[in-house]
């Protein structure tokens, strides 16, 4: 079983539009995150989410959003998509406070026309 | 706020030579660190960790990474590279365990046969 998955690994859309990626983890990891990997490969956080806190990069636009249904998903959703939103999308879990270990996803590439 | 910089964007190799990878943080306190290995259309994937004890830490596939404050680094070193390694290498660097991670911004390693 994949400990960490995300959905859909592509997507391709047109500017303005409203989508979201799907992570989930089977891992009983209790934060889990958002990075944006963009052309240059530079990882950037953009959120950290458990169950009592949402910690938010503050460069991140407020057109992106986290949403935990619970404990093992943590859905993003960006809203008016611009062309500088193309990138790799990671999603990743990990014991709050524990190891410091980032269990990564396999990312989604998500291309904005 | 802290930082990381991986001085080598690219780096070539032959097979069976030996591989330093560079990584320089800047954070006021003693740091947490990482390095993480991504294969090509791949998450990433934790090769080693730092938090405290023995300067030089022993990581998955033969990888090891040591701790000099004085110098403020982190490098990766393996002995003798394999094909297989060919990847993208970051160093990360976090506040304390939990939290999130600040990324350098990668060095593409390719090895020659």
């Not at chain 1, 859309?13 to 209790?30: A, F, P, R, V, Y």
């Not at chain 2, 934790?46 to 990888?63: A, R």
Request: proline share 4%; glycine share 10%.
């Amino acid at each position: 079983d994949t400990a960490v998955s995300q959905t859909p690994k592509y997507l391709v859309t047109q500017m303005g539009n409203d989508k979201s990626i799907k992570c989930e983890q089977n891992l009983g990891h209790d934060t889990m995150y958002w990075y944006k990997q963009d052309s240059k490969k530079f990882l950037k956080i953009m959120f950290s989410y458990n169950n009592k806190e949402l910690i938010i990069n503050e460069t991140v636009p407020n057109r992106f959003s986290p949403k935990s249904p619970d404990k093992a998903h943590l859905n993003l959703h960006i809203n008016s998509l611009e062309l500088g939103d193309s990138a790799v999308y990671f999603c990743a879990s990990s014991h709050g406070g524990g190891t410091g270990e980032l269990f990564f996803g396999e990312g989604s590439r998500l291309t904005v026309l | 706020a802290q930082s990381v910089t991986q001085p080598d964007i690219h780096i070539t190799v032959s097979e069976g030579a030996s591989l330093e990878l560079r990584c320089n943080y800047s954070y006021g306190a003693t740091p947490y660190l990482f390095w993480y290995v991504q294969s090509p259309g791949q998450g990433l994937q934790l090769l080693l960790k730092y938090f405290s004890g023995d300067t030089l830490v022993q990581g998955i596939k033969g990888f090891e990474a040591e701790f000099k404050r004085s110098q403020s680094s982190f490098n990766l070193r393996k002995p003798s590279v394999h094909w297989s390694d060919a990847a993208e290498y970051f160093c990360a660097v976090g506040a304390n365990a939990g939290n999130m991670l600040t990324f350098g911004g990668g060095t593409r390693l390719m090895v020659k046969p």
